[in-house]
Nanobody
Framework: VQLQASGGGLVQAGGALRLSCAASGSIVSINHMGWYRQAPGKKRELVAAVSSGGSTNYADSMKGRFTISRDNAKNTIYLHMNNLKREDTAVYYC????????????????WGQGTQVTVSS
């Protein structure tokens, strides 16, 4: 199983970016998918998550600016980030709880490789 994240880059403060993360491989089902981020010198933190049924959860500082969405047919999630601030600069990681063909009795955590988001003033 792989999580392939894309869409990061350099943007000016107040700008917008869209991140994508696609899961592929021997997947039986995917429960929660989400985005975390880690800034230099800081712990990894939750940005937003979405369940297979579409329920969403956001960190307080992202509410109203970020929107997470999910396409179950494509095993893909998106993170629309608006009104970006310098403090949003971080590496953004995709995460998913996945049941695989190899181990169908257990749900496991998978992480993508991370995509850099840099917000300049």
């Amino acid at each position: 199983v792989q999580l392939q994240a894309s869409g990061g880059g350099l943007v000016q403060a107040g700008g917008a970016l869209r991140l994508s993360c696609a899961a592929s491989g021997s997947i039986v089902s995917i429960n929660h998918m989400g985005w975390y981020r880690q800034a230099p010198g800081k712990k990894r933190e939750l940005v937003a998550a979405v369940s297979s049924g579409g329920s969403t959860n956001y960190a307080d500082s992202m509410k109203g600016r970020f929107t997470i969405s999910r396409d179950n047919a494509k095993n893909t999630i998106y993170l629309h980030m608006n009104n970006l601030k310098r403090e949003d600069t971080a590496v953004y990681y995709c995460h998913a709880n996945i049941v695989t063909i190899i181990d169908p009795q257990r749900e496991s955590d998978y992480w993508g490789q991370g995509t850099q988001v840099t917000v300049s003033s």
